[in-house]
């Protein structure tokens, strides 16, 4: 440790020894580095302040109408590609600084050093963004705070516009391709459904439901006509129990009373009839075969009815003569009147014929088509497979056409709200600005580096002097040399004159640094106060 601390010593000494050629080399530092710095041209710091309002009240309102996007991320990605080569071409050509370009280079060069400037600082969570630039000339670093400002709004509303553009266009070619596909699915319907004319499935039924229903009809109608066959075997038993007459004449004003009377269940058949044929219109178109077999009952009916009163008013006619005759030989009336009861049941037993009739006609229908169905019954299910494959394929590009055409919809919906610039607000809080006073350089700061940057050369030269002139200072370093022992040693014993220009040369030696500091303390005050130095 002695020895460190001797070692240390002597490099002061050293320094000590070679003091004036460190106060030289910090002075000429001092002057030269002072003067540079002043030299120096002022800074203009031009700053803006943006904030980016995410918060609308549309997009609330229009959630699920509209596309959503973030915002927020949005912003984030645009922030970090703000200074990316063509934002920073947008950038120098709003400035005007291509003119300053004169090929290539130079407007590479702009473009760096662009880069290298542009200042941009954010909130965080508040998106509240500052932009900073500094230059020399004032208005050159508002100018560039402007376009960044400029290209930083353009942009974000550009890339969401172009977004929509893009997107749009995207599903205005898709529905093009599926709408083209739904007319060559209906083409290939259409004409599957007229080459397989009457193989066609009923809505909502297929092969076997409508066989299944085929043989249920057969077997209602079956049943039915056995139910009329035995109405009608029941009152040909009845009618063969009665006598058509009573064998007396008729009765004065009871001529018409039977036939009426006979002639009004007829007419209640008809109405039946025809109510339910009202009925079936509704359900189906006159070919069906229902509408038709009871179209011949009615008209069966009707001319039932006609021919029974054509008879009825032969037998009056006949019954009239035959009293004329026997009022002219001279005796009573001898007309014969008719049984209402036998005409009652004949009139029952034409209507149970008529039914019998329809009934048959319609069993006949049913075992056609049942028969029908049973024929097709390796041709209807292939059909109806493929119908279902077709109308399956339809069903899939129908829904997927729908599907884009609601999500063009929503992304026109989308594009209205963002020209409404709701979605995304920018207010500018502070525009772009230059203090009317430079920002820079920092010269108090730069004058004490000089100072202190002085005095390590002013050391450095006088250390490395010392190394290269060395001196023996104390018989310690002397012996440490030489590796002989030092037994003494001869103090230095300086003349007056000589005292007093050592003292002198101490002096001068401290007056020299001290009117060092003292300049770098007046520098230090004229920065301060503000006080403008004419230029060098």
């Given amino acids: 440790m002695y020895e460190i601390i001797e070692q240390l010593l002597d490099y002061l000494r050293g320094i000590w020894r070679n003091r004036w050629y460190a106060l030289g080399g910090a002075w000429l530092v001092c002057l030269i580095g002072w003067t540079v710095v002043y030299r120096l041209p002022d800074q203009y710091e031009a700053s803006a302040r943006v904030f980016v309002d995410t918060q609308s009240i549309l997009r609330p309102l229009l959630q699920g109408l509209t596309v959503s996007v973030n915002p927020d991320a949005q912003i984030g990605l645009m922030t970090r590609t703000l200074l990316s080569r063509p934002n920073l071409e947008k950038i120098a050509r709003n400035a005007d600084l291509d003119i300053r370009a004169q090929d290539t280079e130079g407007m590479e060069s702009i473009i760096n050093n662009l880069q290298k400037r542009i200042q941009l600082t954010g909130a ?145 058949r008809i109405q039946s009839l025809e109510q339910k044929l ?153 525009p772009p600005r230059v203090p009317l006073e430079p920002t820079g350089p920092n010269r108090p700061l730069l004058i004490s580096g000089v100072l202190l940057g002085a005095l390590g050369v002013g050391g450095a030269l006088a250390f490395l002097l010392a190394q290269l002139w060395p001196t023996f200072d104390s018989r310690q370093s002397l012996m440490r040399a030489t590796q002989i022992p030092v037994f003494g040693s001869v103090n230095i014993v300086l003349s007056p004159t000589a005292a007093r220009r050592n003292r002198w040369g101490l002096l001068g030696y401290f007056a020299l640094g001290g009117c060092l500091l003292i300049l770098y303390g007046g520098l230090l005050v004229v920065e301060i106060t503000g006080f403008k130095l004419p230029p060098l």
């Fill in 124 to 268: 965080g969570r508040e998106n509240l963004y500052g932009i900073a630039f500094i230059d020399n000339d004032p208005q050159l670093a508002k100018k560039v705070v402007q376009a960044v400002v400029t290209v930083f709004v353009e942009n974000l509303l550009g890339e969401t516009r172009q977004d929509t553009d893009t997107a749009q266009r995207f599903l205005e070619k898709q529905i093009a391709e599926y709408e083209a596909r739904l007319v060559e699915a209906e083409n290939r319907l259409k004409e599957f459904k007229l080459k397989n004319v009457g193989l066609m499935p009923s809505e909502g039924q297929n092969y076997y439901t409508r066989l299944q229903q085929a043989s249920a009809d057969v077997e209602t109608v079956r049943l039915d006509l056995n139910q009329a066959e035995s109405r009608r075997n029941s009152l040909l038993q009845q009618i063969g129990g009665e006598e058509p007459t009573f064998g007396i004449g008729p009765q004065p004003g009871t001529g018409a009373g039977p036939a009426a009377g006979a002639a009004l269940p007829i007419d209640a």
């Fill in 278 to 430: 009202d009925e079936l219109l509704l359900k189906y178109t006159e070919r069906h075969p229902d509408v038709g077999i009871l179209k011949q009952t009615i008209a069966d009916l009707k001319k039932q009815r006609e021919d029974e009163l054509a008879q009825y008013q032969a037998s009056l006619a006949a019954s009239a003569a035959a009293n004329a005759a026997s009022n002219v030989g001279g005796f009573g009336p001898a007309g014969v009147d008719a049984n209402p009861v036998y005409q009652q049941l004949k009139v029952a037993l034409a209507q149970e014929e008529a039914n019998v009739a329809s009934l048959q006609a319609r069993l006949v229908e049913y075992e056609k088509r049942r028969k029908e169905l049973q024929d097709q019954v390796s041709t209807v299910p292939q059909v109806e497979a493929e119908l279902i494959a077709l109308n399956r394929d339809y069903e899939v590009n129908r829904k997927k056409y729908d599907e884009l055409v609601g999500r063009r919809e929503s992304a026109r919906l989308s594009q209205q709200a963002e020209q409404t610039n709701q979605d995304i607000r920018f207010r500018i809080i502070d």
